[in-house]
């Protein structure tokens, strides 16, 4: 018989509610978040989700084997809480998931971090189908690394091991990070750093970035490929600190194989060979080259992770 769950992955407006099998995802409800009150509030909002998510797929709630709940925060995976949050769903780590779960679905919760998550997916039926020692990078809004060494993923003795890649440092004296650290990868190089980064280049006000709004990667690569030289300059450096943090999460985790996913990666075309060829020429790996490849499931990823977390990965 086909083995099925339920899976939510929270995003920052929104939670994706899905059936999935092992492989696929069955169906998927979008639910928006913007109006409720914290996690809290949208909870019978994504208990609805995952019954129409359900519904859709012809399953029955009952026979899902549980639901995998993603969530952007560093969370206790074994006791299924919440342990910090970063402005968004405060309320988060006061909840009892686990309870939400049994009384609303009648199933069983397991809860982990979404990029954790996301790459269960991506080894269960993606890019790192049959690795077992990989490290993801998500290049987007903010930077995200996760590490699986020996077919388990990482979680070290406070929760917190493999997922803060976007936190490693890129610039010793570089800018200041909303995580209170100075020259992070996401600081130097994320969605939500580039305007700042950008407005303080000099020659910004001459160059055709200065009249793009939103300031995000698709108009830096744009106006760099149209010959910007603004533009070039601080795409160059991006990819500079992209690949820096890829070599400190192969220095840190000795993967085999290391995927590249998250929006940025529209323009893989750009970002995925720069990254590779610095990563051979930089990272100290004698035994080999680290393999380099592009995430393949995209936002699906952490929700076909749902039956490998469910199993105990
Ligand atoms: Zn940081």
């Not at 303080?200 to 160059?207: E, L, M």
Request: aromatic fraction near 4%; glycine fraction near 16%.
């Amino acid at each position: 018989m086909t083995r099925r769950a339920l899976a939510v992955d929270l995003g920052g407006s929104h939670a994706s509610c899905a059936a999935v099998d092992g492989e696929r995802v069955l169906a998927c409800e979008e639910v928006g978040l913007d109006g409720a009150r914290g996690l809290g509030g949208a909870l019978p909002a994504i208990a609805d989700g995952l019954r129409r998510a359900a519904s859709g797929a012809g399953v029955a709630v009952a026979e899902c084997e549980g639901v995998a709940f993603g969530f952007c925060g560093l969370v206790d995976a074994a006791a299924g809480r919440v342990l910090s949050t970063n402005a968004k769903y405060d309320d988060a780590p006061s909840l009892d998931l686990v309870g939400w779960c049994r009384e609303a679905l009648g199933l069983r919760l397991r809860l982990e971090n979404d990029a954790r998550l996301a790459l269960l997916g991506e080894r269960q039926a993606g890019a790192a189908r049959g690795a077992s020692d990989v490290v993801m990078m998500t290049l987007g809004t903010g930077v995200g690394g996760v590490a699986m060494i020996g077919g388990r993923l990482l979680r070290g003795a406070h929760h917190q091991a493999g997922v803060l890649g976007g936190h490693l440092v890129a610039e010793a004296f570089g800018r200041p990070c909303t995580c209170g650290g100075i020259g992070c990868v996401e600081a130097e190089a994320s969605t939500w750093a580039l305007p700042g980064i950008a407005r303080g280049w000099p020659g910004f006000a001459g160059s055709a970035l200065a009249s793009r709004e939103p300031l995000d990667f698709e108009s830096l690569f744009g106006c760099a490929e149209a010959g910007d030289a603004v533009a070039v300059a601080i795409r160059e450096r991006c990819l500079g600190v992209w690949a820096a943090g890829a070599v400190a999460m192969v220095h840190a985790w000795d993967p085999e194989l290391l995927v590249v996913g998250g929006g940025v990666m529209r323009r893989a075309a750009d970002v995925l060979p720069a990254i590779a060829s610095r990563v051979a020429r930089h990272a100290w790996t004698p035994w080999g080259k680290v393999r380099v490849a592009e995430a393949a499931l995209g936002a699906r990823a952490a929700l076909v992770g749902a039956l490998p977390l469910l199993d105990g990965a």
